[in-house]
């Protein structure tokens, strides 16, 4: 019998990146507040609609206020906080259903590894992914659709189930830069569709082999394909 490996992209995958933005903003606006007496949900309101206007939310945040504060610590307090996420309940039921079936769950996602283990954490996936199958492409030369991390991570499942015939899933959103490692690596390769949240577009009229497999419309499908 055919082992499942089922391994996932993190952000607008298996939460919404969306959802950090708003927690880092939400920082933002505490530090500046404590720091310079503005009022915290005011700063936080305009942060959001800078962004949503495709503007620099911490350049117009010194202007508007007439603050010099360094731009650097902004960045640093929206990269390296705690965040505030919880999983949706359609992730966790999926989550709970492939651990069920006794799959094995991975991660591999892009970023720095200080934001996106904090990611993790904040979001409790250690209770379904271990740790030595999280890889996390902090260099840029690793950085998706390098193979690198998707060789890492058949390596690391042959080493453990060398007698099982393994086979592999690539669960991600991105077109771009998702699905062309795995399907030249032959994965099967599904794509979570945007529902209207995601902070990248999809655009599926790209080179030959970007594209995924499958598409699915919720999380929660892929337990169908199972």
Known sequence: MCKKVICFDLDDTLYKEIDFLKSGYRKIADHVEKRYGLDASDVYDRLLSWYRLDENPFVNLNKTYEIEHPISDYLNI?????????????????????????????IITDGREVTQMQKIEALGLTKWFRKENIFINEDTSHFKPSHWSFDRLMLHCSE?????????????????????APNQLGWETVCLLDDGRNIHGQDFGIMKGYNPKYCVGKINDIIKMM
Not at 80 to 94: C, F, Q, R
Not at 163 to 175: A, K, M, R
């Open 78 to 106: 929206y990269r390296y906080h705690h965040p505030n996420l919880s999983l949706s309940n359609d992730t966790i039921e999926t989550l709970n259903a492939l651990q069920e079936e006794k799959v094995i769950l991975a």
């Open 160 to 180: 453990q189930c060398p007698e099982e015939d393994l086979s592999y899933y690539y669960v991600g959103d991105n077109p771009q830069k998702d699905f062309l």
